[in-house]
């Protein structure tokens, strides 16, 4: 096939199937029907069924993610929105929010260490909380891999999502600050989704937390990461 | 539909601008920032200062996040590279994951519910 057939081929792919997975997902609700998660998995297999490989799609990578910066950009909008509860409540948003960071990373990065997982990949884990976007810049710049830490961040957020408000209930935590914070912190995009589920409250915390937690990891983690790496 | 299409369009160049803006002034800067983070700051003090108005990009914005788990597949897509790690230390993997999580949310929750009764008392 010819390049430009070949491009065309796999943004369709990529398009179709993420509008399908999307549909089935916002259909049935269920956190294993995650869109990312089935489309990689689709196209990976279209790849592996035809012989074609990573360097044939990447192409279609480029351009595809080309809006991903502005997307980023776009972020600030629903923090502006947020602007009021992330005031009224800025002691614990920030305690919270770089308590929970550091120490959901430490965890990560020791229990890597533990089970003698290799740097590349431990670095790339590092982030793993942060919406993907920043993650994979921040793991880009610690020497990581984008598309481990892309994968790490999407499990991240649905295990999060699944296991978190009960995990919350067990640990007694009532306050629907608390819950949405410690949502976003951990599980960013689709644990804010699972938050407003709760309450538009918790909701906004997510919110509000994500875009913090985000944020203060790309500060922390050039300095945090290397203290796991000696 | 043609107006709402070409708000999308001029908003995201927009948005693009004040991304480009943040990349370079991380590099200016020498800065170990994302780009895309310093983009994302830059957005959020031009809106609170008043001199953005959200308006102004609430339709390119509302159109970006609609679908901003689509731009994760391309990259997630890169997996297929690491097929003999997945294979050979994919559970290990899966329990880190698990567990930091459990950490996280704990951590996150105990403390914030901790300052809030704080607070109240």
Redesign the interface.
């Given at each position: 096939m010819s390049g430009v057939l070949l491009f065309t081929f796999f943004v369709v792919l990529?398009?179709t199937?993420?509008l399908a997975t999307?549909k089935l997902f916002i259909t049935y609700r269920h956190p294993l029907l995650n869109?990312?998660?089935l489309?990689?998995v689709a196209?990976?297999a279209v790849?592996?069924g035809t012989g074609l490989?990573?360097d044939d799609?990447r192409p279609?990578?480029e351009v595809?993610?080309y809006?991903?910066?502005?997307?980023?950009?776009?972020?600030?909008?629903?923090?502006?929105?947020n602007?009021k509860v992330l005031a009224a409540h800025l002691?614990?948003?920030l305690?919270?929010?770089m308590?929970?960071?550091l120490?959901?990373?430490?965890?990560?990065l020791a229990?890597?260490r533990l089970?003698k997982?290799?740097p590349l990949?431990l670095i790339s884990?590092g982030p793993?909380?942060v919406t993907?976007?920043?993650a994979?810049?921040?793991s880009r710049?610690a020497g990581g891999?984008?598309?481990?830490t892309?994968?790490?961040?999407?499990?991240?957020g649905m295990?999060?999502s699944i296991?978190?408000p009960s995990?919350?209930s067990l640990?007694r935590?009532?306050?629907q600050?608390?819950?949405g914070?410690?949502?976003g912190?951990?599980?960013h995009?689709q644990g804010t989704a699972v938050a407003l589920l709760e309450s538009e409250t918790a909701g906004a915390m997510g919110g509000v937390?994500m875009?913090i937690a985000?944020?203060f990891t790309?500060?922390a983690a050039?300095y945090y990461l290397p203290l796991f790496l000696q | 539909m043609a107006r709402k299409l070409f708000d999308i369009c001029w908003q995201i160049v927009l948005l693009w601008l004040v991304f480009r803006c943040g990349v370079l002034l991380v590099g200016a800067l020498h800065l170990s920032l994302p780009g895309n983070v310093a983009g994302m700051l830059i957005m959020f003090a031009l809106l609170a200062s008043g001199i953005v108005k959200p308006v102004l990009i609430e339709t390119g914005s509302g159109f970006l996040l609609k679908h901003f788990a689509f731009f994760f597949i391309p990259i997630s897509v890169g997996l297929i590279s690491f097929g003999g790690l997945m294979r050979q230390s994919g559970l290990e993997l899966l329990v880190i994951l698990f567990a930091s999580a459990v950490v996280g949310v704990a951590v996150t929750g105990a403390t914030v519910q901790l300052l809030q009764q704080r607070r109240e008392r």
């Open positions: 990529t398009v199937s993420y999307r869109p990312v998660f489309s990689t196209i990976i790849l592996k490989g990573l799609y279609a990578t595809m993610t809006l991903l910066g502005p997307a980023t950009v776009a972020l600030a909008l629903p923090l502006y929105h602007r002691l614990p948003v305690v919270g929010v308590a929970g960071s120490a959901t990373m430490a965890a990560a229990a890597g089970l997982i290799d990949v884990l793993k909380s993907v976007p920043i994979v810049e921040i710049l891999d984008a598309s481990l892309a994968a790490f961040v999407v499990a991240t295990i999060g296991m978190g995990l919350l640990c935590v009532r306050s600050v608390a819950r914070l410690a949502l912190t951990v599980s995009g937390a875009a985000a944020v790309a500060l050039p | -």
